[in-house]
């Protein structure tokens, strides 16, 4: 669909470029009768310039593109009502043009909105991280220490950023379709927090833009369709519970978050501990299982599940279902979400981190 607008915009460009020639008498353009001034047909150049800056701004995918055409759209607009016997027709290339750079414009927007929360995200000073010492982990319950070691996060230095990047695919509804979507992370970790940031092509011309953010013990989870529309904006209690368990859950990919004093562990078993997370005035806890080996195998907890009659108190599990190692840590980096309803399981999400960066993220 960019490579058809684009084309769109090109031919466009080069219909206004017909009225320079036109003006200055370079070929002789039968299709235009009317007289063209030579300060109209500078208008008519440098309205074709846009388009062309527009096109080539749209194909290298940068989010300013629709700056150009906007003003692209209004010099064209203008020659086409000067001469409108003859270029009445360009009003619907217009009309297109100034669509695709509303929807441009709201996804600029909605990017802008994410890179300043980012930047005011990751503003906080940090200490110079110190390694993870096998004395702390022993403060641990004992399957926690196996994994950690397991993990081989020990005499590693402690994670307190991380940038992750993911692909995957997701159900909006139990007996729905799955859709791929590609999505982008930030965490830290000594006050815990993340941004997640997606894109989803639902269809050639519908993209939903989504954000999921957990900062200062508050989440907000914020959907639009086309950048435009808000399908989701949830929060409140509820949404601040789920948050902090996501991002409770999550430490599977950055293990030695477990020494943070926020965390609270009970060991059940030889091959499970409980984990009650604290932050703000919200209190969560969950269950992690492990196998003999010391992997982490599935994380479950009570979390709030959204219907439209209000949010109730379900299961939530998450399953390991591959291993990796990331810069010598091993983690578990492809993963399932399910819903444990009483209609049956609902699986909606499957994940996969495709890279992962520990203190030392993007720009």
């Given at each position: 669909?960019?490579?058809?607008?684009?084309?769109?915009?090109?031919?466009?460009?080069?219909?206004?470029?017909?009225?320079?020639?036109?003006?200055?008498?370079?070929?002789?353009?039968?299709?235009?009768?009317?007289?063209?001034?030579?300060?109209?047909?500078?208008?008519?150049?440098?309205?074709?310039?846009?388009?062309?800056?527009?096109?080539?701004?749209?194909?290298?995918?940068?989010?300013?593109?629709?700056?150009?055409?906007?003003?692209?759209?209004?010099?064209?607009?203008?020659?086409?009502?000067?001469?409108?016997?003859?270029?009445?027709?360009?009003?619907?290339?217009?009309?297109?043009?100034?669509?695709?750079?509303?929807?441009?414009?709201?996804?600029?927007?909605?990017?802008?909105?994410?890179?300043?929360?980012?930047?005011?995200?990751?503003?906080?000073?940090?200490?110079?991280?110190?390694?993870?010492?096998?004395?702390?982990?022993?403060?641990?319950?004992?399957?926690?220490?196996?994994?950690?070691?397991r993990s081989k996060v020990v005499g590693k230095e402690e994670v307190q950023v991380v940038n992750l990047k993911q692909k995957g695919e997701m159900k909006t509804k139990p007996d729905?379709?799955?859709?791929?979507?590609?999505?982008?992370?930030?965490?830290?970790?000594?006050?815990?927090?993340?941004?997640?940031?997606?894109?989803?092509?639902?269809?050639?011309?519908?993209?939903?833009?989504?954000?999921?953010?957990?900062?200062?013990?508050?989440?907000?989870?914020?959907?639009?369709?086309?950048?435009?529309?808000?399908?989701?904006?949830?929060?409140?209690?509820?949404?601040?519970?789920?948050?902090?368990?996501?991002?409770?859950?999550?430490?599977?990919?950055?293990?030695?978050?477990?020494?943070?004093?926020?965390?609270?562990?009970?060991?059940?078993?030889?091959?499970?501990?409980?984990?009650?997370?604290?932050?703000?005035?919200?209190?969560?806890?969950?269950?992690?299982?492990?196998?003999?080996?010391?992997?982490?195998?599935?994380?479950?907890?009570?979390?709030?599940?959204?219907?439209?009659?209000?949010?109730?108190?379900?299961?939530?599990?998450?399953?390991?279902?591959?291993?990796?190692?990331?810069?010598?840590?091993?983690?578990?980096?492809?993963?399932?979400?399910?819903?444990?309803?009483?209609?049956?399981?609902?699986?909606?999400?499957?994940?996969?981190?495709?890279?992962?960066?520990?203190?030392?993220?993007?720009?």
């Amino acid at each position: 669909m960019r490579y058809f607008f684009a084309f769109i915009l090109l031919v466009h460009g080069l219909i206004h470029l017909m009225g320079f020639v036109k003006a200055f008498k370079l070929a002789e353009i039968s299709q235009l009768t009317q007289v063209v001034s030579k300060p109209s047909g500078v208008f008519w150049l440098l309205t074709a310039v846009l388009l062309a800056l527009t096109t080539t701004l749209l194909i290298l995918q940068k989010e300013i593109w629709w700056m150009a055409a906007a003003l692209a759209v209004i010099l064209s607009q203008a020659l086409i009502f000067t001469n409108w016997q003859e270029a009445k027709f360009g009003t619907i290339a217009n009309v297109i043009i100034l669509a695709g750079l509303v929807v441009g414009y709201a996804d600029w927007s909605f990017n802008t909105m994410v890179k300043r929360e980012l930047k005011k995200f990751r503003s906080t000073t940090l200490p110079t991280p110190q390694p993870v010492l096998p004395e702390r982990v022993k403060m641990l319950p004992p399957v926690v220490q196996k994994w950690l070691h397991r993990s081989k996060v020990v005499g590693k230095e402690e994670v307190q950023v991380v940038n992750l990047k993911q692909k995957g695919e997701m159900k909006t509804k139990p007996d729905g379709n799955w859709i791929p979507f590609e999505a982008e992370q930030y965490n830290t970790i000594i006050q815990p927090g993340f941004i997640w940031q997606t894109r989803i092509q639902m269809m050639p011309l519908v993209t939903i833009l989504g954000r999921d953010k957990y900062e200062n013990g508050r989440g907000n989870m914020l959907i639009k369709a086309l950048g435009l529309f808000a399908i989701a904006d949830s929060k409140g209690p509820s949404t601040d519970q789920g948050t902090l368990l996501r991002n409770l859950g999550e430490i599977c990919w950055f293990p030695s978050a477990a020494l943070q004093d926020y965390i609270q562990w009970e060991q059940l078993d030889s091959l499970s501990a409980k984990a009650t997370m604290t932050y703000g005035q919200v209190t969560a806890s969950g269950v992690f299982r492990f196998n003999h080996e010391g992997d982490l195998v599935s994380f479950e907890a009570k979390r709030f599940y959204d219907r439209k009659e209000g949010a109730t108190l379900e299961d939530w599990l998450v399953t390991i279902t591959g291993y990796k190692e990331f810069h010598g840590v091993r983690i578990g980096y492809k993963s399932e979400v399910t819903w444990k309803l009483k209609t049956g399981d609902y699986t909606w999400l499957k994940l996969e981190v495709t890279d992962i960066r520990y203190n030392n993220p993007r720009k």
